[in-house]
Nanobody
Framework: FQLQASGGGSVQPGGSLRLSCAASGFSFDNYAIGWFRQAPGKGREGVSSISSSGGRKFYSASVKGRFLVSRENAKDSVYLQMNSLKPEDTATYYC?????????????????????WGQGTQVTVSS
């Protein structure tokens, strides 16, 4: 199966981007999906996660109130709407499949809890 993130690019501070994660090869609506990012020289950071139904969502403190995660199971896709972007949001963004349908509050941001990763998409926020 496969996950493919897209939609990255360069934007000025305060701008917006919408990332997409397209899935194939598995029963998409049975799995939660997470978004992570990794800046040069830093570890992989959990950004957001959404349950299989879309009814449960988690955000890191650094993006809460600015980013919004959503999904369209009919299109096997998850989205990350990123608003009010800051230079510190610059990173490669990845989507990943959680091992089940509902992420857990204590571990949703733990990379090892995800069993499949897509190729990343670069987001650069700079003036």
């Amino acid at each position: 199966f496969q996950l493919q993130a897209s939609g990255g690019g360069s934007v000025q501070p305060g701008g917006s981007l919408r990332l997409s994660c397209a899935a194939s090869g598995f029963s998409f609506d049975n799995y939660a999906i997470g978004w992570f990012r990794q800046a040069p020289g830093k570890g992989r950071e959990g950004v957001s996660s959404i349950s299989s139904s879309g009814g449960r969502k988690f955000y890191s403190a650094s993006v809460k109130g600015r980013f919004l995660v959503s999904r369209e199971n009919a299109k096997d896709s998850v989205y990350l709407q990123m608003n009010s972007l800051k230079p510190e949001d610059t990173a490669t963004y990845y989507c990943a499949r959680w091992f089940g349908s509902n992420p857990i509050a204590s571990t949703w941001a733990t990379p090892s809890q995800y069993d499949s990763w897509g190729q990343g998409t670069q987001v650069t926020v700079s003036s």
